[in-house]
């Protein structure tokens, strides 16, 4: 069976499962608690398994992936029905481009280690914590909403009529967003798709306070 | 003809010239300049064409693709040959886990509207901007170094004897390591596959000052 290394709070571990329930594939939850004890993922054995020290990571059989995003295509790829990317090349660069906006200009300047630094190191106070965070989803929510408020490839989802990568990664950023109490008034496109993903069932089991580890 | 939005300096950018070099796609290069006149990437035009306004952005025909982790998804499906992945879904796994451990947890710290945000709103003097820099790209290398020397997949390049989409991402990051005067010694891996990587013709030509918006 598929082991999944995961925190309920990792909106990375989110993303992945979510797309374990859209395909229907059933894993084993094994928790990460990223601020007990000074951080399990620190721990010797987590740390061997991944390097990066981070969540999520997904072992079959043998095999160990690293990464989220990694792990989409992955499943993808492994299990490819039902498909989380589109047929053609444009839109599949599509749904991509969509998913690393949030992987790659958002989530990363909001990652519990980068807070860390910024109070830790950097000494900065709560406030302009909070301010950092709310700047950096902000920006990248202000260019996914044009992204997707301007093609008419957009649809029910990011991409058409049925869940892709790029919705497996909106769903946790706006579940952060609201988290930290951000406005979304200016994101009505990010807002109804995030809406119609929460009315399907696989994303509803993915959530944060539903996973083992939420106790 | 291809055309790919770019800045000389920006490694997200120099990733897909590799990639463009690699796979001999001749591309005309489009210079955007981040610095100049409060940076070209926000230009009315350019933020129509990348919503994010970022670059790189490749444009093929009527396709616009961002991102420069989508661009090359997308080269290697509309242009296979040569692979920039390998054929198997686990080492196309490893090879994504590790562009992505670049992409995500290095680059979009030490991008340059972090840095003009930490020095700008959060008022930090060049010694600790300089030492933010190299924090992130230390513990990402630290990751890496490990990822690649404990795995027998790690050949003359980051998997196998061939380029693939990691040492796309991995050259430009450690020529930016470079360029801050980071020290690399204790990662040899790295710097081995750096150097096999640099002995390439493909590698040379998308070098930042060859390009023809570097004068």
Redesign the interface.
Known sequence: MLKLHTYFRSSASYRVRIALQLKGLTFESIGVHLLREGGAQHSPDYAALN????VPTLQDGE?T???S???L??LE??HPTPALLPPD??G???V??LA??I???I???NNLR?LQ??TQ??K?DEA?KT??YR?WITL?F???E??LA?SPETGTFCHGHTPTQADCCLVPQVANARRFDIPLDAFPCIVRIDAACQALDAFAQARPELQPDAA
């Open positions: 390097p990066t020290r981070l095999h992936v690293g990464q995003l990694a792990i295509e992955y790829e492994t090349a444009p599949r660069a599509r991509r481009a690393l906006t992987a790659c200009e989530h990363p300047l980068v630094y910024l190191e950097l900065i302009a301010a950092w700047h990248g202000t260019a996914l044009s992204l301007s």
